[in-house]
Structure formats: structure tokens, C-alpha cells
């Protein structure tokens, strides 16, 4: 079977640009309510029934049977046995994909990681103490696909951050185990992992169950069960984001390979029907010669269905005033990956100011990003880059704020915390600063 990706065409000098450019950026994860309303009853029934819920959901939502939730567990040695039994060249490529994400984070905790503290010039300690949390749980997708990927960029940064331990969930449906992610488990040190997917996954992180411990934070992608999930569970543990469907807009000059672009528009485009590629360039010519390779490219990949679903329903190919202009789109819509596809990268640069993870010049593809160029790859979508950051050391972290007021320096807060606390008609807090005083 052939299929045709014809991403909708737009000028923004076209009369109707603004209607049409809205309704192809519209996407909420706004609430399918049968699918809210299922999570709401699986993780019901999970806080209630503990273990024999995980079991039964794995049944019926992965066709994976087993008595005990015991039995869904992996043990260290056969994380280690899958790293031992892959062929050489998936080893070496997952321990320097490990190596350079470990390197990443590692220079990240140096650089907003730590504590600090100082004195002022009362002799007053202030400061921020930075403690990593204890147990994480970090949630794996494996529905469709496998992501070996995933499991590295979740497990590394929480062993950089210190958690102790790191309990890791991932469906197998069928009980068909991949062995790369497994292997990945093991390089990324995951304290124990769990044949165990869905909205019953991160309920039984979120509540604990005999087998599965209750965890302080859970992070990862899913799908909508899962982010409905997360987002229902949010409160009782910490959760890093709602990640929505994959995105890339490329801001392309012309200089690039269209053929390199048109790829870079699939690699994201293969994730998910939903997924969003879009392109923005000034130059009329290089955008047919785009969709020239898209054609062209196309029947060549597996999973050309889910691409030209994606790039038919959500694809676009955006003919702009300029490369200025092109700019000015992208942060109105602030993508979860941006490519800058231009021979002055660093011109453009500076004028962008959101998006999850910006991938300077035409050798950048995105998708070295994805698996081993170092920054994490669990990334805000859906424009919320406006306000929110790439997973990171920090989320497997969190800050107490450390005061130790000197003698002298309680002279000199006594007198201000009191008038406040009088003003707010709490007379005890003015008073504990006012028996400090000489
Ligand atoms: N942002 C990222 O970094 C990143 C990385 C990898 C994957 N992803 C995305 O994560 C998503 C993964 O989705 P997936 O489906 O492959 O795997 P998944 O692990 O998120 O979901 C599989 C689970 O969904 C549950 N489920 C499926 N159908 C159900 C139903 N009808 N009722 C109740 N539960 C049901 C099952 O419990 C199953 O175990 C994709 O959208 C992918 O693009 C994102
Ligand atoms: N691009 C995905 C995040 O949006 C991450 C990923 C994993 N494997 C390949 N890609
Ligand atoms: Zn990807």
C-alpha cells in the first residue's frame, strides 16, 4: 500500500492565515471523558485493590497473565543478562549513548545542582539545601514501540541527582521483553523495574502496593492513559509533566538538503498520528522541493501510515515573509523540538526564546538529540515550553531553604518581623522576635 503526505500549505500572506494556522496548531489534551473516566475507575481500583488490580489490568490491557505481581518483576541479573547478551554494537552504542547523558547531567547538577549558602554581613547563614529524593518511579513506554532511549534519559538524571532508589514500570505486552531496554536499565542503574504499563502503573507507584513501593515522584512519557493518570495522581507524589504527542518545527533558510529536512519532519512524524512537523521558511522553491522529497521518501520507510497520518492531519509547510518572521512564528507556538536548518544558526538564535530543546545548524538533526547527543529527551510539548523545562537533574531533586540568624542579626530582623507581625495580628510571631532582642 502507497501512501501521500501533503502537509496543509500556508503563506502568511494569505487573507485567512491566522483562522487556518490556529485550527492546524489546535490540540488539547482535552479530555476524551471515556478515557478519563476508565483511569478514574483503574487507579480506583488499584489504591483499593492493590496487587490483584495490577494483575488484572496487565491481563486484559497487555495480554500479559500471571498470578503474583512477583512474577512481573525483573530481576538485576537478568537486566544484566539482556546488556550481556546483546550483540556488540547495540552494547557499545547504548553505553556511549549512557556516557554522554551521564556527562550532560552531570555538568547540569554542577551548574543549578548544589547547595549554597552564604553570610551577610551580620554573620547570618542563608542558603539552599539541595536533597535528592528517595524513591522515584519512572514510567517507560512500550505500547507500541520500545524505548531504550527513554529509559536512559529518565534513570540517568535521577542516579546523577542521587535518588537511591529508582523503580522503573514498563509494559511488555505479551510478555514480549525488549532486551535493549532492559540492557538500558541495568546501564542507567535502576534498582528494580516492573512488567507493568498503563494508568495501573502509576497507580501502583502513586499508592504503593504489597509488591510495587510507593514512590515520592514519577516521571516519563505515555500515552493518554497514562497522562491522565499522572495527572489524577499529581498531588500525592510529585510528577515532572504532561507530555503530549511528539513535535518538531523546522526554521529552515534554504541552505539544507531538503531531503535532510523532509526526514527530520518524518522522524517525529513516525511517533504518533498525532505528532506535529512544521515547517517555516521564506523560500517558496525550497518548500516544493521539500515536499518533492516527502513524496519521494515516503514509501521508502515501515512506517510511512503513521507518518502521512500525521503530516495530513497535523503536518504544515509555512511560506513566511522572512526568516524574522519565521522566528516570531515559532515562539507563538513554542515547539517541544526546534531545528534551526541554517548556514547563520547563531544569527537566528538569540531571537528564540521558547521551545523544549533548539538544535543549531544543518548537521543537528533532531534525532541525535533523541538518543545520544547528551540532553534529556522527555521535553515539554503541546507549547508549554512557554513555561516549562526539559526533565532534568533538578526534578530528581528538591531545595530546603537553610536561615541561621546570628545574634546581631536578630537585632536587626527582631524589630521588622515584629511591626509586620502586628500588622497581620500575630501577636506570637512578633513576639518570639521581640524576646530575641538584647
Ligand atoms: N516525550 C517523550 O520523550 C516520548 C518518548 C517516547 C515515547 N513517547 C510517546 O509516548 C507514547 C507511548 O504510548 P504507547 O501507547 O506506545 O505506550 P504506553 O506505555 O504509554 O501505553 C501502553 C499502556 O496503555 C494502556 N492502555 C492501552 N489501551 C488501553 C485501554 N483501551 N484501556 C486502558 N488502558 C489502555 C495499557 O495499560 C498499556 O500498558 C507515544 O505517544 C509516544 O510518542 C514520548
Ligand atoms: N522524540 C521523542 C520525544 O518527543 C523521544 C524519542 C525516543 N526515541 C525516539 N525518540
Ligand atoms: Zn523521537
Redesign the pocket.
Known amino acids: 500500500m502507497t501512501f501521500q503526505a501533503r502537509p496543509l500549505r500556508l503563506s502568511t500572506q494569505q487573507d485567512d492565515f491566522e483562522a487556518q494556522f490556529q485550527k492546524r496548531l489546535h490540540w488539547s489534551a482535552e479530555t476524551d471523558t471515556e478515557i478519563e473516566q476508565?483511569v478514574a475507575d483503574?487507579l480506583k481500583a488499584v489504591a483499593q485493590e492493590g496487587d490483584a488490580a495490577v494483575l488484572g489490568?496487565t491481563a486484559r490491557?497487555?495480554g500479559l497473565p500471571a498470578t503474583s505481581v512477583v512474577q512481573l518483576e525483573l530481576t538485576q541479573a537478568e537486566l544484566k543478562a539482556a546488556f550481556d547478551g546483546l550483540p556488540e554494537q547495540q552494547r557499545n552504542a547504548l553505553q556511549q549513548a549512557a556516557a554522554r547523558i551521564r556527562s550532560y547531567h552531570q555538568a547540569q547538577k554542577k551548574a543549578s545542582g548544589e547547595s549554597w549558602s552564604y553570610r551577610d554581613e551580620d554573620g547570618s547563614l542563608l542558603g539552599q539545601k539541595v536533597t535528592p529524593l528517595d524513591r522515584v518511579g519512572i514510567?517507560v513506554?512500550?505500547?507500541?514501540?520500545a524505548?531504550p532511549s527513554?529509559v536512559l534519559?529518565n534513570a540517568i538524571p535521577a542516579n546523577v541527582a542521587g535518588v537511591q532508589e529508582i523503580i522503573m514500570v514498563?509494559?511488555t505486552?505479551r510478555g514480549e521483553k525488549n532486551p535493549l531496554v532492559l540492557a538500558a536499565a541495568y546501564v542507567a542503574g535502576v534498582s528494580r523495574a516492573f512488567t507493568?504499563?498503563?494508568?495501573?502503573?502509576v497507580g501502583a507507584l502513586a499508592y504503593g502496593t504489597a509488591t510495587i513501593p510507593k514512590v515520592d515522584k514519577i516521571t516519563g512519557?505515555?500515552?493518554a492513559?497514562?497522562a491522565s493518570a499522572k495527572k489524577r495522581v499529581f498531588g500525592l507524589v510529585g510528577i515532572d509533566m504532561i507530555?503530549g504527542?511528539?513535535e518538531i518545527l523546522v526554521l529552515a533558510d534554504g541552505s539544507t538538503p531538503a531531503d535532510w529536512v523532509a526526514m527530520d519532519l518524518f522522524s517525529q512524524a513516525e511517533?504518533?498520528e498525532l505528532?506535529q512537523s512544521i515547517l517555516l521558511c521564506p523560500d517558496a522553491a525550497y518548500i516544493d522541493a521539500v515536499q518533492e522529497a516527502i513524496d519521494r521518501l515516503l514509501p521508502t520507510l515501515p512506517r510511512a501510515e503513521i507518518i502521512a497520518k500525521s503530516l495530513n492531519g497535523r503536518g504544515a509547510l509555512i511560506h513566511t515573509r522572512s526568516m524574522q518572521e519565521a522566528c516570531e512564528i515559532s515562539n507563538r507556538i513554542a515547539p517541544?523540538h526546534l531545528e534551526v536548518s541554517s548556514h547563520e544558526p547563531h544569527r537566528w538564535e538569540p531571537a528564540l526564546r521558547h521551545a523544549g530543546a533548539i538544535f543549531l545548524g544543518a548537521y543537528t538533526s533532531e534525532s541525535l538529540g533523541d538518543y545520544c547527543a547528551g540532553p534529556n529527551?522527555?521535553?515539554p510539548?503541546s507549547g508549554t515550553a512557554r513555561f516549562s523545562s526539559p526533565l532534568s537533574v533538578m526534578d530528581f531533586q528538591k531545595r530546603s531553604s537553610i536561615i541561621e540568624v546570628s545574634a546581631d542579626g536578630a537585632q536587626k530582623l527582631g524589630p521588622i518581623a515584629h511591626i509586620l507581625a502586628e500588622g497581620e495580628g500575630l501577636q506570637a510571631h512578633g513576639q518570639a522576635a521581640v524576646l530575641r532582642l538584647r
Open positions: 476508565r483503574i489490568f490491557f497487555d514510567y513506554p512500550g505500547g507500541k514501540a524505548y527513554s534519559m514498563v509494559p505486552p507493568i504499563g498503563g494508568a495501573q502503573a512519557p505515555g500515552n492513559y497514562v507530555a504527542p511528539s511517533h504518533d505528532a517541544e529527551h522527555v521535553l510539548t
